[in-house]
């Protein structure tokens, strides 16, 4: 009984060991893409999906920052992306802000 009792013992201790080295990917695998975007450094893949804790007053002034102006029908989308209307250089634009801070134009 005792023999079985420490095989049973081996065989669980064997299996949770193979779950404790289950590896994550990191967070930013590449080092260089910030937490959050500043004017000079944007995401390539912008925009980003993800959870969105900008407020929408945040959003509307980060992207008068970029250089936006008349930015309105300012709403946060289901995928974490604030997406409106705005203007630049005269012309009407689509714009995006996502988590990070990328501000894109369409």
Do not use: C
């Amino acid at each position: 009984m005792q023999k079985l009792l420490v095989a049973t013992a081996a065989i669980v201790l064997s299996a949770t060991s193979v779950f404790a080295q289950e590896s994550k990917p990191a967070a930013n695998p590449d080092g260089d893409t910030p937490a959050v975007a500043t004017p000079s450094e944007q995401n390539a893949t912008a925009p980003v999906e993800g959870a969105n804790s900008f407020t929408e007053d945040q959003a509307k002034e980060r992207i008068v920052e970029a250089g936006y102006a008349d930015v309105t029908e300012l709403k946060l989308d289901d995928k974490g992306v604030w997406q409106g209307k705005a203007t630049k250089g005269g012309k009407s634009v689509m714009v995006s802000m996502d988590y990070q801070g990328n501000i894109v134009a369409k």
